[in-house]
């Protein structure tokens, strides 16, 4: 997590799990000392919570945040998900994932970040996958802001299932997001950019940045070979400064 600097506030982090209908949910849960300015969900990559994400809800709250971030796969056996640590066998598993649970472990967060820190507005960011339901999940009236890195704007056709709805189809009803891709990103081809800045159209509230030669998880994970360590310290200033509104 290099690319994303520690901010001056110190921080409390520790892992937990929220109650759900049908499954504990494991999240990883940061904040600042003293009042945080506002409250963050963040939606992982298909490899879920791993020590990567420890980081980074910790750097994110040392800029005066709270933040909770979900376990995609939370419905999976726990060793189920240890034990798969290659993105080509999760892939699998994406076809039968189901927007709404998704999308109410996220609102759960949400809800847990205001009980808990007392905060009055709340974001979501999400990275890959996570940016996919972000996209989603911004057209649900309970975030202030969203960012997306590199979410799909289409459904992939292999992660296609009954679960699945198109993050086109409420895009023109999203609270203020902005959306960051690279234009060398297969998931992300231009055509599909463009048709999410259409359904922009007219919304100043909502932006687009793409990142010339930029591939796909090039600002989260410092290990990748994508990885742009300017580009990517300049596109978290941007996020964090968007969700703190």
């Known amino acids: 997590m290099g690319a994303l600097a520690v901010g001056r506030h110190d921080t ?34 298909i490899m879920g919570l791993r020590p990567l994400f420890d980081d980074m809800v910790q750097r994110i709250a040392s800029h005066g945040f709270a933040v909770c971030a979900v376990e995609p796969f939370a419905r999976r056996p726990e060793a189920e998900r240890a034990a798969t640590q290659d993105a080509g066998a999760r892939f699998g598993w994406l076809g039968e994932l189901d927007d709404d649970r998704q999308l109410d472990d996220l609102e759960a967060a949400a809800n847990f970040l205001v009980v808990e820190d007392d905060v009055a507005r709340v974001g979501v960011l999400g990275f890959c996958m996570g940016g996919y339901y972000v996209l989603k999940a911004a057209a649900n009236e309970r975030y202030d802001a969203a960012v997306a890195f ?96």
């Open 12 to 45: 409390i982090v520790e892992s937990r799990t929220l109650r759900r209908d049908d499954c504990e949910l494991p999240i990883v849960h940061a904040r600042c000392e003293g009042m945080p300015r506002a409250g963050i969900v963040v939606h992982p990559d």
């Open 150 to 245: 590199y979410g799909m704007i289409r459904t992939p056709a292999a992660w296609s299932g009954p679960g699945h709805r198109e993050p086109l189809d409420t895009a023109g009803e999203v609270c203020p997001t902005l959306a960051i891709f690279g234009s060398a990103d297969a998931f992300t081809p231009a055509d599909d950019i463009d048709a999410l800045r259409s359904a922009w159209s007219g919304r100043p509230d909502c932006a687009i940045v793409v990142v010339e030669g930029a591939d796909h998880g090039f600002v989260h994970a410092p290990d990748r070979p994508a990885h742009r360590p300017e580009d990517a310290a300049r596109l978290w200033d941007s996020a964090l400064a968007w969700l703190a509104g």
